[in-house]
């Protein structure tokens, strides 16, 4: 059974930083790529970032780019999102994202999220 767990979340002052963590288990995603998406209350669900599967390829939402830093150890088969100067408004849960092998297509496998709350 393919499993995407997330880890990492939790409550910060805006201004901290937070590191999610995203481990797969039941097949490796060495070749696909991963990435998180957020979702905040009464919102849809949004891309914040993506990575290909040998790492040399990156891609953020607008409001991501110079502060958050996505990675991954792909012998882990494991996604890192790095999240600096947080603000309220990244407060949602972050869903851990993989399975396609195109950036510009979202892959099936989802993890279960992890809450991220940014206290002003």
């Known amino acids: 059974q393919v499993q995407l767990v997330e880890s990492g979340g939790g409550l910060v002052q805006a201004g901290g930083s937070l590191r999610l963590s995203c481990a797969a288990s039941?097949?490796?995603?060495?070749?696909?790529?991963m990435g998180w998406y957020r979702q905040a209350p009464g919102k849809e669900r949004e891309f914040v970032a993506s990575?290909?599967?040998?790492?040399?390829?990156?891609y953020y939402t607008r409001s991501a780019k110079g502060r958050f830093t996505i990675s991954r150890d792909s012998a882990k088969d494991t996604v890192y999102l790095q999240m600096n100067s947080l603000q309220p408004e990244d407060t949602a849960v972050y869903y851990c994202?993989?399975?396609?092998?195109?950036?510009?297509?979202?892959?099936?496998?989802w993890g279960q999220g992890t809450q991220v709350t940014v206290s002003s």
């Open positions: 994202n993989a399975g396609s092998r195109d950036p510009g297509r979202v892959g099936k496998y």
């Open positions: 039941g097949r490796t995603f060495s070749r696909d790529v």
């Open positions: 990575i290909n599967w040998s790492g040399d390829n990156t």
